[in-house]
């Protein structure tokens, strides 16, 4: 599912606009507060970074989202805070100031890329599939009653 793109002042109001963006997808997935806070850490964080950069600039915020995976894409972003990002995530060079925003908004996505002026990541959010907790549902039940274990490997086909 794709919600629509929101446009973002980089003020300092720009916390309140994201955290609502996330917060209304996962009241929509039930997601638990574990992937709540990396991926609000994540997106904070990059926002402050590109406060620092851009501030009083407009930036977009789209989000997409399924039952296995949230990938959020910020774009509007200034060519020289992407360089900056992909010469201190990619090639880890010198540390500075915005070396724990960097650390963070790497660690803690699953994947990411870089585009033209925007900055793409990724949570793999499949364990919360229903179609997941049905089969482990299953699982459970199964060994319950006859007290036999299934293989993991047929719980994920």
Do not use: C, W
């Amino acid at each position: 599912m794709k919600r629509p793109k929101l446009t973002i002042s980089l003020d300092r109001l720009a916390s309140n606009s994201v955290e609502k963006a996330i917060e209304d997808v996962f009241a929509e997935l039930n997601i638990n507060d574990a992937y709540y806070a990396n991926i609000l850490n994540v997106t904070t964080h990059l926002f402050d970074l590109a406060q620092t950069y851009q501030k009083g600039d407009e930036v977009t915020l789209s989000i997409n989202y399924d039952y296995r995976s949230i990938e959020i894409v910020v774009g509007g972003l200034k060519t020289k805070l992407l360089n900056d990002l992909q010469n201190r995530m990619i090639l880890n060079s010198e540390q500075n100031f915005f070396s724990k925003n960097i650390f963070l908004i790497q660690s803690l996505v699953d994947r990411f890329s870089f585009g033209s002026n925007s900055y793409k990541y990724a949570f793999d959010v499949g364990a919360l599939s229903p179609d997941v907790f049905k089969r482990r549902e299953y699982a459970l039940q199964k060994y319950f009653k006859s007290r036999k274990i299934i293989k993991a490997t047929s719980l994920n086909d």
